[in-house]
């Protein structure tokens, strides 16, 4: 099936397609605050509408709180499958006073669009909806067979798809996932992300004495939670980033010398990178790695938070008795987060004053994913992105975790295509996230392109 139709009502419905754009990231869809579930529900309900309206079947799935949106259209017989993955929950807005515009209000300026969720994920899920609309609209049938997922609750630990993918893998099986929750190594240079790292997000929680105690009474022979937190950290790592961890690194698998040497080749501004990405002095890490090894291929280790004692206006002379700190450590192949997380809790333990009690948790963790690099749906997909860019796609992978990639290639045997449109300046997560227009258009574009090849492909 030739792709010219769909291309073609693509283009002529950009407006349009912007403008339901809009009506969907004015939903404030936070799936991390209670007080927004009923958005959650009426999200899903405007994405289930959507895809009824376009001739798929629909259904919202999976929970009455947090619905997973479900479609399905399988009407191209034996040609290939595809499982699209979006998600339709949002990030908090905090702090409201840094966003230029209100962030539920979408805006659009300087050919970006200005909203929470403009890029994650509503603006990159949207992709995958309107290309199937240009092929059911102008051609009256797709390439190949496409079945949705889209989740609302991937900004908040995504258990409800953890459960139904769990229970519905019949439901849910397919050649190859396409996933549109990535981006753009940079501005027109289109980008298939072929690993991700994995996560081990833990806390540490520390005890001193039974009670907080007065610093001038006590100070000098009572236990300090805070303090013995601080040691504890300040062993876990040393000043050139490399974990102290003892066997931390016996596992991690490098990719292979050509992997390597195609990201050397890649273009890389350390001081632009610096100022526009980072805005911090000087960038840190192992020194024997490139930047791009660093944050695509090794492991790290980061404090993300420490509460305890007293931190109000003016002071309190206080020796606090309990303290937290929230770490979390990045895995690579071959890492697994059960022996990270067994190799941390014993080091934890071993290095905490024996003064103090510790208890070391898992709050989550998910496992490093490697996609190969050689099947039809990524030389389709790269043909696509050629078309599409005018220029080859770099074969990159992404530090960030996401979760169900994973959960697809562990229960439903699924190789992931990681296509997305995102830039690395669209602040995810921050004040005035945003999303390009011109990659909205062609995330379009190249979707229905990929939609094309692989579907004349024998088997994804």
């Not at 199937?132 to 908040?156: D, M, V, W």
């Not at 990535?182 to 980008?191: F, I, N």
């Not at 596992?251 to 390597?260: C, G, R």
């Not at 305890?308 to 890492?335: D, H, L, W, Y």
Request: glycine letters at 8%.
């Amino acid at each position: 099936m030739s792709s010219d139709a769909a291309l073609h009502y693509a283009r002529d419905n950009r407006e349009r397609f912007l403008s339901e754009m809009e009506e969907l990231l004015s939903i404030p869809s936070i799936s991390t605050l209670p007080e927004h579930q009923p958005d959650m529900v009426r999200a899903a309900r405007w994405l289930c509408d959507r895809l009824q309206d376009m001739g798929v079947q629909a259904e919202t799935v999976g929970s009455e709180d947090y619905p997973l949106v479900y479609g399905q259209w399988l009407q191209a017989g034996n040609a290939p499958t595809v499982l699209a993955y979006g998600h339709y929950d949002v990030q908090p807005v905090d702090p409201l006073d840094l966003w230029t515009s209100p962030p539920f209000e979408p805006e659009v300026r300087d050919g970006n669009i200005f909203a929470r969720g403009a890029s994650d994920d509503k603006g990159q899920a949207l992709t995958m909806v309107f290309a199937a609309e240009s092929y059911l609209r102008s051609t009256g049938a797709l390439p190949l067979n496409l079945k949705f997922i889209i989740e609302g609750q991937e900004e908040s630990g995504g258990q409800v798809i953890k459960e139904y993918v769990r229970d519905h893998g019949d439901r849910l099986s397919a050649d190859v996932a396409e996933v549109a929750d990535s981006g753009l190594l940079a501005p027109g240079v289109p980008t298939l992300d072929t690993g991700l790292r994995g996560i081990v997000y833990t806390e540490i929680h520390v005890h001193g004495a039974a009670h907080d105690l007065h610093s001038g009474l006590y100070g000098g022979v009572a236990p300090n939670a805070l303090n013995a937190l601080a040691a504890i950290i300040a062993r876990l790592r040393d000043e050139r980033g490399r974990i102290l961890i003892p066997g931390f690194y016996d596992s991690v698998q490098m990719p292979s010398k050509e992997i390597l040497e195609s990201w050397r080749r890649l273009p890389f501004d350390e001081a632009a990178f610096l100022r526009d990405e980072i805005g911090a002095r000087s960038l840190i890490g192992e020194p024997a790695y490139t930047p791009y090894e660093r944050m695509w291929a090794r492991p790290t280790l980061d404090v993300h938070g420490i509460a305890g004692g007293f931190t109000g206006e003016g002071a309190k002379t206080v020796i606090p008795a309990e303290a937290i700190a929230k770490v979390s450590m990045r895995i690579v192949p071959n890492q697994t987060v059960d022996e990270v997380f067994d190799l941390y809790r014993h080091y934890v333990q071993e290095i905490a004053p024996s003064s103090v009690e510790v208890d070391v948790r898992l709050i989550h963790g998910d496992n490093p994913v490697v996609v190969p690099e050689d099947s039809p749906a990524i030389r389709a997909a790269r043909e696509a992105l050629q078309a599409t860019f005018g220029r080859p796609a770099v074969l990159a992978r992404s530090g960030g975790s996401i979760p169900i990639v994973g959960i697809f290639q562990g229960a439903l045997g699924l190789s992931s295509v990681l296509m997305g449109w995102g830039l690395p300046d669209d602040n995810l997560h921050a004040p005035n996230e945003k999303f390009s227009l011109e990659n909205f258009y062609n995330g379009i574009n190249a979707t229905i392109r990929f939609w094309e090849r692989l579907g004349s492909s024998a088997t994804a």
